[in-house]
């Protein structure tokens, strides 16, 4: 599994982790599948924040310039190649460790516990929804 498809599920786990299950062997499955996510987010995050570091402009106080649209100013074309380079590369790494959880309805404790279907899209690759 790559750190992006990590990355990508975590607001919708942190969602689920919110709801109630009925049975506490799922939901100490869930925690624990939480608990190497935000593992692995917090990860993504620190490299991301060194590639930042190393490649953006910065002011005088040393923090990143960011431009109108949100975006971080590289210092130059070779700058902002080498970021990207560097983005992809640690998107594309393999994460092992991480084991998809099965779930069904019967899990949940009541139909308002049920996950969204956008939730269940996000989580395609670390849940796996059964009927």
């Not at 709801?19 to 925690?31: C, G, H, W």
């Not at 309805?105 to 939730?119: H, I, V």
């Amino acid at each position: 599994m790559k750190l992006k498809t990590i990355v990508a599920t975590k607001p919708a786990l942190v969602r689920l982790t919110e709801k109630r299950f009925s049975d506490y062997k799922k939901l100490r499955e869930i925690v624990k599948l939480r608990k190497s996510v935000e593992s692995e987010f917090d990860f993504y995050v620190e490299q991301e924040k060194k590639a930042v570091e190393a490649y953006a402009e910065k002011k005088k106080d040393g923090t990143p310039v960011f431009l109108e649209d949100g975006r971080i100013k590289l210092k130059d074309p070779k700058s902002k190649d080498a970021f990207e380079a560097e983005i992809i590369r640690l998107q594309e790494t393999e994460i092992d460790g991480i084991t998809p959880i099965t779930l069904s309805e019967r899990d949940f404790l009541t139909p308002d516990d049920l996950p969204t279907a956008s939730d269940m899209l996000a989580l395609e690759g670390i849940i796996e929804f059964e009927d």
